[in-house]
């Protein structure tokens, strides 16, 4: 008979106190470890993600050769040791859409065939915005139908855009860092035109790797690594120059993940008397629009850099909120829902007990994530007893709204869901039950075993 892992969720009676100290971002450090591959030196990641998705990326630069360690509170990479990998190379990224993007980038400047796969939901997201602006760059790439199965046939020199004064325009981030990642190996550079508020991580690992990619507003030019603005260190030999000596070791402390800090922050403006403080967290101001939201729905949340050397990182205080008020929040809004489109189901949720209605419009994109993540949240919530109405591109709810539970929270295997319902079962008249919780590794696996809510857990198998 077959058995499956759940975890239950039960209320929570007494307060989220103390101070917490989260893992590794997960967007940087996959920035870190595809940034540190091209390094002729050591890169020491201090606090990386440990999450499922980034220990692709760090598998992916083994099996490309260069040399990795894992210690208990941070990872070496030394891109010196690559080497050409076999001239056939089958990569499986798992359900990590970030690995995949930016792989695509990253091999498009590496000799030989490479041919790319994901699980079942991967392999439903599109790639075709990443694959589309690097054939203009002279990668040659074949999609299935702009999904994976992807293959990069790759020769080392990509000839970069014959028109220098042409631009590339994207609105992802995940986009852009492709596009930097080939365009430094590229004859002659890359153009990019940022066309909407992003991510600035990639900008920020440049620069501090050495990278001198010269800003003008929202254009970004990349110069191939044969220019004297390149990168310092990445391996001229690979490219037939003259080899450079190895520059000395660069060490990097990832910051907290912001987007895991706001299950806890949602936590704790609706388990009742709560008071916690998150430490060494990023704080990089296109990462905090879900705090601005909360804050501008009357939650008492408030928070403060102490270290801005490249990646701003500070503390985040969080108090019980019982007046929160509800939200409309559009591409008109001052902070704009791809902002922050990882912790919209988590500002949906917090709608649903704060007063009057909340809107979030133009977030299609959350449908193309590890779920439909719109008609996934609208039926797992449902089946909590929270309704919540499923538009075209976003969701409309009403407030003060009991979270029945009782309940098998359907997070259709979506790590960002799993994690949500188990938020959600601190505040549930009836325990949640979650299956398949491990899921929720793809970018925390510490989740289950926060303090914030261990102790309201019963791990147990179901026949």
């Given at each position: 008979?077959?058995?499956?892992?759940?975890?239950?969720?039960?209320?929570?009676?007494?307060?989220?106190?103390?101070?917490?100290?989260?893992?590794?971002?997960?967007?940087?450090?996959?920035?870190?470890?595809?940034?540190?591959?091209?390094?002729?030196?050591?890169?020491?990641?201090?606090?990386?993600?440990?999450?499922?998705?980034?220990?692709?990326?760090?598998?992916?630069?083994?099996?490309?050769?260069?040399?990795?360690?894992?210690?208990?509170?941070?990872?070496?990479?030394?891109?010196?040791?690559?080497?050409?990998?076999p001239?056939?190379?089958?990569?499986?990224?798992?359900?990590?859409?970030?690995?995949?993007?930016?792989?695509?980038?990253?091999?498009?400047?590496?000799?030989?065939?490479?041919?790319?796969?994901?699980?079942?939901s991967l392999?439903?997201?599109?790639?075709?915005?990443?694959?589309?602006?690097?054939?203009?760059?002279?990668?040659?790439?074949?999609?299935?139908?702009?999904?994976?199965?992807?293959?990069?046939?790759?020769?080392?020199?990509?000839?970069?855009?014959?028109?220098?004064?042409?631009?590339?325009?994207?609105?992802?981030?995940?986009v852009?860092?492709?596009?930097?990642?080939a365009?430094?190996?590229?004859?002659?550079?890359?153009?990019?035109?940022?066309?909407?508020?992003?991510?600035?991580?990639?900008?920020?690992?440049?620069?501090?790797?050495g990278?001198?990619?010269?800003?003008?507003?929202?254009?970004?030019?990349?110069?191939?690594v044969?220019?004297?603005?390149?990168?310092?260190?990445?391996?001229?030999?690979?490219?037939?120059?003259?080899?450079?000596?190895?520059?000395?070791?660069?060490?990097?402390?990832?910051?907290?993940?912001?987007?895991?800090?706001?299950?806890l922050?949602?936590a704790?403006?609706?388990?009742?008397?709560?008071?916690?403080?998150?430490?060494?967290?990023?704080?990089?101001?296109?990462?905090?629009?879900?705090?601005?939201?909360?804050?501008?729905?009357?939650?008492?949340?408030?928070?403060?850099?102490?270290?801005?050397?490249?990646?701003?990182?500070?503390?985040?205080?969080?108090?019980?909120?019982?007046?929160?008020?509800?939200?409309?929040?559009?591409?008109?809004?001052?902070?704009?829902?791809?902002?922050?489109?990882?912790?919209?189901?988590?500002l949906?949720?917090?709608?649903?007990?704060?007063?009057?209605?909340?809107?979030?419009r133009?977030?299609?994109?959350?449908?193309?994530?590890?779920?439909?993540?719109?008609?996934?949240?609208?039926?797992?919530?449902?089946?909590?007893?929270?309704?919540?109405?499923?538009?075209?591109?976003?969701?409309?709810?009403?407030?003060?709204?009991?979270?029945?539970?009782?309940?098998?929270?359907?997070?259709?295997?979506?790590?960002?869901?799993?994690?949500?319902?188990?938020?959600?079962?601190?505040?549930?008249?009836?325990p949640?039950?979650?299956?398949?919780?491990?899921?929720?590794?793809?970018?925390?696996?510490?989740?289950?075993?926060?303090?914030?809510?261990?102790?309201?857990?019963?791990?147990?198998?179901?026949?």
């Amino acid at each position: 008979m077959e058995t499956q892992s759940i975890q239950e969720v039960f209320r929570r009676s007494n307060p989220i106190t103390g101070r917490f100290v989260l893992p590794g971002d997960k967007s940087i450090t996959h920035r870190a470890l595809f940034f540190s591959a091209l390094r002729e030196g050591r890169t020491i990641i201090h606090n990386p993600s440990s999450a499922r998705d980034c220990r692709n990326t760090y598998e992916l630069l083994e099996s490309l050769g260069c040399c990795c360690e894992t210690h208990k509170d941070h990872w070496v990479v030394d891109g010196s040791a690559r080497s050409v990998g076999p001239a056939l190379m089958n990569i499986h990224f798992g359900n990590s859409g970030t690995t995949a993007r930016l792989a695509i980038g990253f091999l498009s400047g590496e000799r030989g065939t490479f041919s790319l796969t994901g699980d079942s939901s991967l392999s439903r997201r599109p790639m075709e915005h990443v694959t589309e602006p690097l054939r203009f760059l002279g990668a040659d790439i074949v999609t299935t139908d702009g999904k994976l199965p992807v293959t990069v046939i790759a020769n080392r020199v990509i000839s970069g855009l014959n028109e220098p004064a042409k631009a590339i325009e994207v609105s992802s981030a995940q986009v852009h860092a492709a596009l930097t990642l080939a365009g430094l190996r590229s004859e002659s550079g890359v153009r990019i035109r940022r066309i909407a508020p992003m991510r600035d991580h990639t900008l920020r690992m440049a620069k501090k790797f050495g990278l001198s990619i010269q800003t003008h507003d929202d254009l970004d030019q990349v110069y191939p690594v044969t220019e004297p603005n390149g990168l310092q260190g990445i391996s001229h030999k690979r490219r037939g120059l003259s080899t450079k000596d190895p520059e000395p070791n660069v060490d990097l402390l990832i910051p907290g993940d912001v987007s895991s800090a706001s299950f806890l922050i949602t936590a704790a403006l609706l388990v009742s008397e709560s008071d916690l403080q998150i430490h060494n967290v990023g704080l990089n101001p296109t990462r905090t629009g879900f705090l601005e939201c909360v804050k501008g729905m009357g939650g008492k949340v408030s928070w403060k850099i102490t270290d801005n050397e490249w990646e701003p990182r500070g503390s985040i205080h969080v108090q019980y909120s019982p007046g929160l008020h509800g939200i409309i929040l559009d591409n008109s809004s001052h902070i704009t829902p791809l902002m922050m489109i990882d912790e919209l189901p988590l500002l949906a949720f917090l709608g649903t007990q704060a007063n009057g209605e909340t809107v979030i419009r133009d977030a299609g994109e959350l449908r193309v994530k590890e779920s439909d993540r719109i008609s996934a949240t609208v039926a797992m919530m449902g089946s909590l007893g929270v309704k919540i109405e499923e538009l075209e591109d976003g969701f409309r709810l009403s407030g003060q709204q009991k979270v029945s539970g009782g309940g098998r929270a359907d997070h259709r295997g979506d790590h960002r869901l799993a994690m949500l319902a188990g938020v959600a079962g601190l505040i549930a008249e009836e325990p949640v039950i979650v299956p398949n919780p491990d899921v929720a590794g793809n970018s925390w696996p510490g989740f289950w075993d926060c303090e914030a809510w261990r102790f309201n857990l019963q791990s147990r198998f179901q026949y």
